[in-house]
């Protein structure tokens, strides 16, 4: 079985198959060597694909909110992680029972909203100076961010609002790719995306669902 291959497309951008069961390091490395180099990719997560890029680079984030249709000041991210001990490194101190629930539910279809430490620029924080955290469970995902070496910065690619796109627009790696193929270096392609986006839990004051999308979570 071939787990990988990668294809040149015109305008210069790849589509780059990568399987969750055994994502190829070679191709790994390539992505996340995009990525260090400040370019913009289209990852899965195991919700919605995403735009990402390394956190290092004020503009590929800016590229990122042009793509999604972000206003620069009101564009909302989420921080992407390789495991919960890379994620603790950018969040203020967690209580018992926020640990006890990201330690659960991560790897996972979540994203959770914790108050941000000084090592996430403020220009990445939300108006609370907040942020999203998510370690997807996507292996693929993680492959890469472990081997970038740092979280990313994501937003998925489903549009603002309802634009009426088919559900098929922002789930399909190969209709992404058309759609945004010239504006990015890299769409990783690891099968077609689940619809549901990633579910929402803030933990800035307590413990609140925001938005049920996929995965049952326990609170």
């Keep these: 079985m071939c787990y990988f291959c990668t294809l040149f497309l015109t305008k210069g951008s790849m589509l780059t198959k990568l399987y969750d069961e055994n994502p190829n390091v070679r ?14 990719v289209i990852l899965p997560t195991g919700t919605l694909y995403a735009f990402a890029c390394s956190m290092e680079f004020k503009r590929a984030v800016e590229e990122i909110a042009q793509l999604k249709g972000f206003k620069i000041k009101q564009a909302k ?15 203020r101190a967690m209580d018992r029972d926020t640990f006890a629930l990201l330690k659960r ?23 609370n100076h907040s942020i ?10 993680r492959a890469i961010i472990e081997e970038v070496g740092a979280p990313l910065i ?16 922002y789930t399909d790696p190969e209709l992404i790719h058309d759609r945004f193929g010239s504006r990015v270096a890299m769409v990783v392609d690891a099968g077609v995306a689940d619809p549901l986006p990633s579910t929402v839990v803030d933990c800035t004051d307590g413990i609140t669902l925001v938005r049920q999308g996929k995965g049952e979570i326990d609170l």
């Excluded at 539910?105 to 108006?127: C, K």
Aim: one cysteine or more.
């Design 132 to 141: 999203g955290i998510r370690v997807p469970e996507s292996a693929v995902a």
């Design 154 to 169: 994501a937003t998925s690619v489903r549009p603002l609002g309802d634009s009426g796109d088919e559900p098929e627009n």
């Design 77 to 91: 991210y989420s921080m992407l992680c390789s495991s919960l001990s890379q994620a603790s490194e950018y969040v």
């Design 27 to 40: 191709e790994v490395r390539r992505v996340a060597d995009a990525l260090r180099n400040g370019e913009v």
């Design 105 to 127: 539910s991560l790897p996972g279809p979540f994203t959770f909203i914790m108050e941000a430490s000084g090592a996430v620029p403020r220009n990445y924080q939300n108006q």
